[in-house]
């Protein structure tokens, strides 16, 4: 291989990972664009941002998302917090001292948590530790460790599942909930409404528009009441940002899913798994499975051959209980109130206990199979579940990947690029001026491209083409010397001279036109 090839290869070795990818001009102006409309809408409805960990105990999403789920099961990235791996091989008494001290200084120093997980553990190696040679724990060499072999090499592999595991967030409603516990805010006025944005991770199969580093906008309303008008309003205001975004043809699809009791969504189930059992035979091994693990998400399934059998499936709106019916009558009226359009959707479940009455989803156009770019719903046993006070909650979150490139799809993902001025200089003196020039215009907010080195204006003409420039301002020792500066309209070919303090209002009336 030759050294050039070799380097080649060497290069090529760095790329993004799988599943990851580097969001670049001029696209990420379109997602600058997302973002701050988000902050404006969402300000407007009174949500203030918080911004959260990218990482958070394994046990948090264990908990919120269920343990049970893809999500946790499946696909988080988790890692120990700490690496104080157990040697491979303990060579030494010295090794296996420094290595115990270790654990138990973390102990001591509170870095090693005492969650319930941890704390048998804990006690475990505490209460050896205090039959411990002092020898030992003083590191002093020459011990007889051999009858001490196999009790330690237990201790050390149990010592080892004590380092708290943390995962890259795979959806951020825990984190915030998580937030909304720790800082206390049940003692704020109520209901407390939070936004966030940001990067999740899920390690799921990549295609267009599932990604395992993506992005998500959300927001939570904790707190409060319950009222139907906290759910049309959540609804209301996702729908006022995909407006003012000019997402087109995104369609909003609604249900309830009641409340876990008897009269209400676990009687449902329990119909629903004595109907999924009838026709058993019919449906593919994941449904079937389902039947006994979670039978509401056969609901979801997409499965060509499972269809017409579904459809026949008894509906969670005929077993609802008075008081969530009514809740769900009083949603879908303040939505018509607001004038918000929507679908019901039957099978729009979510298949945890916390999750009930409002589920909502949004699919956009333009996405093939992965067209949903929200997803949302009630979770009011949610705070709870992290150990909280009962706490009401609805919340959601918008796939900022998905909508991206449903605006590109739309033609809605264009956003003005290129500079304003692009300054055309030859000579010492011009250079001057064309500094100074191009500090007057970007203070007053235009993009200006000041090319380092001296060229050719003919070079320079086609360089501020290429940029995509509206504007070359010429300057040569000439135009400096006069006091008139030459200002060319790219698009059209057209020249004018101004006086030096003319341009600035000239360029400044020309923008108040165009926006
Ligand atoms: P979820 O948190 O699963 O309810 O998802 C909410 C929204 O996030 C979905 O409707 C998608 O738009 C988006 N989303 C979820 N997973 C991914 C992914 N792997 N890649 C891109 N977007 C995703």
């Known amino acids: 291989m030759s050294d050039a090839t070799a380097k080649k290869e060497e290069r090529r070795k760095f790329q993004a990972i799988k599943g990851t990818r580097d969001i670049r001009p001029p696209e990420t102006a379109l997602w600058n664009r997302v973002e701050q409309t988000a902050h404006e809408v969402f300000a407007t409805f009174g949500y203030g941002e918080i911004r959260l960990p990218i990482f958070e105990p394994t046990e948090l999403f264990a908990r919120a998302v269920g343990g049970e789920t893809d999500i946790v099961s499946k696909e988080m990235y988790s890692f120990p917090d700490r690496s104080l791996d157990a040697p491979a091989e303990i060579l030494t008494v010295l090794e296996l001292s420094t290595y115990l ?157 009641g409340h876990n009791a008897d009269n209400c969504r676990r009687g449902y189930i329990e119909k629903l798994r004595t109907e999924l059992a009838k026709i058993k035979d019919n449906l593919g091994p994941d449904s079937q499975r389902r039947i006994d693990t979670n039978p509401l998400r056969v609901l979801d399934s997409k499965l060509e051959s499972e269809q017409p059998y579904i459809e026949k499936l008894p509906r969670i709106a005929d077993h609802l209980c008075p008081d969530c019916a009514a809740h769900y009558a009083e949603v879908k009226r303040q939505l018509q109130v607001r004038g918000v359009l929507y679908q019901e959707n039957w099978r729009l479940v979510r298949g945890l206990d916390y999750y009930m009455r409002t589920t909502f989803e949004i699919t956009a156009p333009g996405l093939g199979s992965q067209n949903a770019v929200c997803g949302g719903g009630r979770y009011d046993g949610l705070v709870e579940l992290l150990g909280g006070p009962p706490t009401k909650g609805i919340g959601f979150a918008i796939g900022e990947d998905r909508l991206i490139l449903s605006l590109q799809e739309c033609g809605k993902g264009q956003v003005q ?43 320079a003409l086609g360089q501020a083409d290429k940029l995509g420039a509206k504007y070359a301002l010429i300057l040569g020792d000439n135009e400096v010397s006069e006091g008139l500066w030459t200002l060319k309209t790219l698009s059209t070919g057209e020249q004018a001279k101004f006086p030096e303090p003319d341009l600035l209002e000239f360029l400044r009336q020309q923008k108040n036109v165009s926006s």
């Not at 001026?433 to 003919?458: C, M, N, T, Y």
């Open 417 to 459: 690029q290129g500079r304003d001025v692009y300054i055309a200089w030859m000579g010492e003196k011009a250079y001057a001026a064309a500094i100074h020039a191009a500090k007057d215009l970007r203070k007053a907010g235009f993009s200006v491209e000041l090319p380092p080195l001296e060229q050719k204006f003919g070079k």
């Open 101 to 257: 001290s270790g654990i138990h200084s973390a102990i001591e120093d509170g870095e090693i948590r005492r969650t319930e997980q941890n704390a048998k553990v804990i006690d475990r190696f505490l209460k050896e530790w205090e039959v411990f040679p002092a020898e030992l724990k003083k590191q002093q060499g020459v011990v007889d460790i051999s009858p001490l072999v196999p009790r330690l090499y237990t201790l050390l592999r149990a010592a080892q599942d004590v380092f708290d595991s943390v995962s890259l967030r795979p959806e951020a409603t825990a984190s915030v909930c998580r937030a909304y516990l720790e800082h206390g805010m049940q003692s704020l006025p109520q209901p407390v409404k939070l936004y966030y944005m940001g990067p999740m991770f899920r390690r799921e199969r990549p295609q267009k528009g599932r990604y395992r580093q993506f992005y998500q906008i959300g927001a939570e309303v904790l707190g409060g009441t319950d009222a139907p008008a906290i759910d049309a309003e959540v609804i209301e205001m996702l729908m006022a940002f995909f407006d003012k975004l000019g997402l087109q043809g995104a369609t909003l699809y609604i249900n309830s899913i």
